[in-house]
């Protein structure tokens, strides 16, 4: 893969750290050109410039998943520059913890609006931005969207995740339906699910946890690991990996699938 994204033109939603961190990084060092988007821009723009350090093409741009107009807004700005978009990747998302019982209007809202609803308002800006572009003469696609769901959006038992577990349900349900619905038109849409992967996300959870289980941080970290047959916690480039590949070549003809990346915590 020396190469595989020359001048592809690709945007990161959440790319401020963690797994869109990554992926940002990943898809610069194989030639892409990478609009870093987070709601912090000042992470976005942190992120572009180590992308630039390194000898790659990186533009930071404010987006929050949750607004349709700044999504328009970054479209715009990447056709402006760049002159079509190749790849997106809806990455940005939260979690909160509770028992189901005490769970809040606010935890289900929060969750559902940045996770599910956000892939849905940007996916339909970038689609309808995608369905303008001539497709590709190698492979007949006009663009490649990435979902990045979760276990929990297919494995329904994860403690104090009932509103989590919901919109990542969604966001798997929702690739299908736009894989199906838009293959004919050259957009692939896919997702992927990673396990537990060790970012700020998971500092978080594991301090929600602890407290919820009435344990220490660390017995919650050995938890997941136990519950990961190839033994250790996920790394955000372990997932960044899966979607290289996606969005490479290699994977021109999958759409509407779900990838489970998590080292055998949850299989199907
Ligand atoms: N960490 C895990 O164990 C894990 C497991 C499975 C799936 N995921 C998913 O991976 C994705 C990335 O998670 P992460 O672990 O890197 O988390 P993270 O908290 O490290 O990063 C999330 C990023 O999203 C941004 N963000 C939050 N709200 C936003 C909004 N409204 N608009 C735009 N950006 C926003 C944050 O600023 C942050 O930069 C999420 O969708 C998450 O649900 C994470």
């Known amino acids: ?27 610069a060092q194989v030639g892409s050109r990478v609009a870093v988007t987070d709601v912090n821009w ?25 607004r349709q107009d700044e999504c328009q807004a970054v479209v715009d700005l990447i056709v402006e520059r760049w002159g079509h978009i190749d790849l997106w990747v809806n990455n940005a998302g939260v979690s909160t913890m509770n028992r ?5 209007e606010r935890d289900w809202d929060f969750n559902m609006d940045i996770n599910a609803k956000g892939t849905f308002l940007c996916s339909q800006v970038v689609v309808r931005q995608m369905l303008k572009q001539t497709p ?17 959006g297919k494995r329904g038992n994860a403690p104090f995740l009932a509103h989590y577990v919901a919109s990542k349900f969604a966001v798997v349900g929702l690739t299908q339906a736009m894989a199906g619905e838009l293959a004919k038109q050259g957009i692939t849409v896919n997702a992927i699910c990673p396990g537990y992967v060790a970012t700020s996300m998971q500092e978080r959870e594991v301090e929600w946890e602890a407290k919820l289980r009435g344990v220490k941080p660390q017995e919650v970290r050995q938890l997941y690991i ?30 509407g699938e779900s990838i489970n990346v998590n080292g055998g915590s949850f299989m199907e």
């Open 100 to 104: 189901f019982v005490d769970l809040t």
């Open 226 to 255: 136990d519950d990961t047959p190839l033994g250790r916690l996920e790394t955000a480039e372990d997932v960044a990996k899966v979607a290289l590949f996606l969005a490479s070549p290699l994977a021109d003809f999958i759409t």
């Open 136 to 152: 590709d003469a190698a492979n007949g696609l006009r663009g490649k969207i990435i979902n990045i769901a979760s276990m929990a």
């Open 42 to 66: 000042e992470w976005a723009n942190s992120v572009a410039n180590e992308i630039k350090e390194a000898g790659g093409e990186a533009i930071a741009l404010k987006l929050d998943v949750t």
């Open 1 to 27: 893969m020396s190469k595989e994204l020359q001048l592809k033109v690709s945007a990161i939603t959440g790319a401020g750290s963690g797994i869109g961190k990554a992926i940002a990084k990943a898809f």
